[in-house]
C-alpha cells in the first residue's frame, strides 16, 4: 500500500522560509516521477516542482529561483525548500508520485497548509 506523508507547513511571514517533507512508503520515490503541487483556494491544482525518473527538473516560473526539490534516498523522503516566500504562496501543498512508462498511477498525500502572512 501506498502512502504519502507530508509535513512541514505553517504559517510564517513574507520573506520567510520552510522546508516541506514528504515521507513515502510503499514505493522508491527514485523509481518514479515525482513533485509538488498546490492548491489555493477558489483555484485549480497547480505543478510547484517536478523531477522525472531521468532526474529532469521543472518549476513553475512563480517559484524559480526560490524554491528547490530535493530527496532523500536512504530515507525515501523528497523535500521542497521555500525561500523568500510570498503571500501568493499560500496554498495547500501536496507532493505526488506519477509511476512511468504504461499504465500510469498517480499517487497524492493529504496535502499540508502553508500561509504566508504578516
Known amino acids: 500500500q501506498v502512502q504519502l506523508v507530508e509535513s512541514g507547513g505553517g504559517l510564517v511571514e513574507p520573506g520567510g522560509s520552510l522546508r516541506l517533507s514528504c515521507a513515502a512508503s510503499g514505493i522508491v520515490l527514485r523509481l518514479n516521477n515525482r513533485g509538488w503541487y498546490r492548491q489555493a483556494p477558489g483555484k485549480e491544482r497547480e505543478l510547484v516542482a517536478v523531477?522525472?525518473?531521468?532526474?529532469?527538473?521543472n518549476y513553475a516560473d512563480s517559484v524559480k529561483g526560490r524554491f528547490n526539490i530535493s530527496r532523500d534516498n536512504a530515507k525515501n523522503t523528497m523535500y521542497l525548500q521555500m525561500n523568500n516566500l510570498k503571500p501568493e504562496d499560500t496554498a495547500r501543498y501536496y507532493c505526488n508520485i506519477e509511476t512511468p512508462g504504461w499504465g500510469t498511477v498517480n499517487y497524492w498525500g493529504q496535502g499540508t497548509q502553508v500561509t504566508v502572512s504578516s
Open positions: 523531477t522525472s525518473v531521468r532526474g529532469s527538473t
